[in-house]
Structure formats: C-alpha cells, structure tokens
C-alpha cells in the first residue's frame, strides 16, 4: 500500500465503503470480522470483501422496532465504524 497514489487510495476507500453498505443495506449481511487482512484487492484495485466465516445474516433488519434489536444493531454499527476506521488507517 505504501507506493500508492492517493487517488488509487481513494477508490480502494470508496470501494470497501460501497461494499459494506451493499452487505448490509441489499443483502442484510453483517460481517463481524472485518479487518485488513480480510479486504483483497484484485488486479485493477478493486477491493473484495472476504472471509465471511463470522458474518451472520441480520434477520430482523426489515423490522427494527424491539429495544434489543436496536441497541444490537447499534452496537454492531459502532463496532463497524471502528473496524472500519482500522482498515482505512491501514490503507492510508
């Protein structure tokens, strides 16, 4: 990653965020085990989201009314932001 020019940077970014958000929005996928060493890159540096060992589908996301659903879907975004913030420093 360190002989890469910011904009290629960018789009890697771009591309992992696009990538969670189809996960979770279209897919009603939650990874739990995102890291660095679970993004690839192909030929053309496009990031691949891998490793779906852990992830889980979340069942109730079309109904997020009960407490508990809500306080873990929060959890688990927060827990998101911050694993994601960790891959972007790796990238960056």
Not at 18 to 30: R, S
Not at 42 to 61: A, E
Not at 73 to 81: E, F, G, M, P, Q
Request: charged fraction near 20%.
């Amino acid at each position: 990653m360190r002989g890469l020019e910011w904009h290629t940077r960018y789009e890697i970014i771009v591309g992992m965020c696009k990538g969670l958000l189809h996960l979770h929005k279209e897919k009603d996928v939650i990874h739990m085990d995102l890291k660095p060493a679970n993004i690839l890159l192909d030929d053309h540096m496009v990031p691949k989201i891998t490793d779906f060992g852990l992830s889980r589908l979340d069942n109730n996301s079309s109904a997020k009314t009960t407490s508990l659903h809500i306080s873990l879907y929060d959890t688990h975004l927060k827990n998101a932001l911050f694993l994601m913030t960790l891959v972007l420093m790796s990238v960056c």
